[in-house]
T-cell receptor
Framework: SQQGEEDPQALSIQEGENATMNCSYK?????LQWYRQNSGRGLVHLIL?????REKHSGRLRVTLDTSKKSSSLLITASRAADTASYFC???????FGQGTELSVKP | DAGVIQSPRHEVTEMGQEVTLRCKPI?????LFWYRQTMMRGLELLIY????????DSGMPEDRFSAKMPNASFSTLKIQPSEPRDSAVYFC????????????????FGPGTRLTVL
């Protein structure tokens, strides 16, 4: 299966705290992508990390990739209420999605 | 760019009726995907096209579902006859294949069509 599996399924934090979400996958990858979905909306691409990269930053987002463990993590620093959404990791050209991590940031 | 456009945004129909969902991908994109999202099953890939040709339709649930892409700027997903269990949000996404494998390319999602079958 090319499905990514996110962990935890749900995460609730206070505004200003950091949020860390993890992703595990089973097959070898060329890249891994993270998407965000706000309630009732379409998915928005956040960041892509290639298999030869170990870490990547984009604003308040930091993504790491460990191909030996087949895992990735997404860190959102200084979280805001607007970060409340579901987050998905995705691998492969067909982008098969897991269940996602539902992040709730309380003001 | 207007992004991926889907219509209608909401559709309520009765069981047994035909439903047609429409998608206009981003201009210049050559790959299009149809997904379905429900609470129970999450986000499922139904079918995708490269250069208007269906590549993988293994996710299409059954013969009641069909998808077409007559040209690079338009695709339809049809359900005939519709059933209550088809109620879901249907997303269309497009991307531009850059590399040979095409798997490094970001997908851009439309806002979705919320389908309710009574």
């Amino acid at each position: 299966s090319q499905q990514g599996e996110e962990d935890p399924q749900a995460l609730s934090i206070q505004e200003g705290e950091n949020a860390t979400m993890n992703c595990s996958y089973k097959t070898s990858i060329n890249n891994l992508q993270w998407y965000r979905q706000n309630s009732g909306r379409g998915l928005v691409h956040l960041i892509l990390i290639r298999s030869n990269e170990r870490e990547k930053h984009s604003g308040r987002l930091r993504v790491t990739l460990d191909t030996s463990k087949k895992s990735s993590s997404l860190l959102i620093t200084a979280s805001r209420a607007a970060d409340t959404a579901s987050y998905f990791c995705v691998q492969g050209g067909k982008l098969i999605f897991g269940q996602g991590t539902e992040l709730s940031v309380k003001p | 760019d207007a992004g991926v456009i889907q219509s209608p945004r909401h559709e309520v129909t009765e069981m047994g009726q035909e439903v047609t969902l429409r998608c206009k991908p981003i201009s210049g994109h050559n790959s299009l995907f149809w997904y379905r999202q429900t609470m129970m099953r999450g986000l499922e890939l139904l079918i995708y096209f490269n250069n208007n040709v269906p590549i993988d339709d293994s996710g299409m649930p059954e013969d009641r579902f069909s998808a077409k892409m007559p040209n690079a700027s338009f695709s339809t997903l049809k359900i005939q006859p519709s059933e209550p269990r088809d109620s879901a949000v249907y997303f269309c996404a497009s991307r531009k294949i850059m590399g040979l494998a095409g798997d490094t390319d970001t997908q851009y999602f439309g806002p979705g069509t919320r389908l309710t079958v009574l």
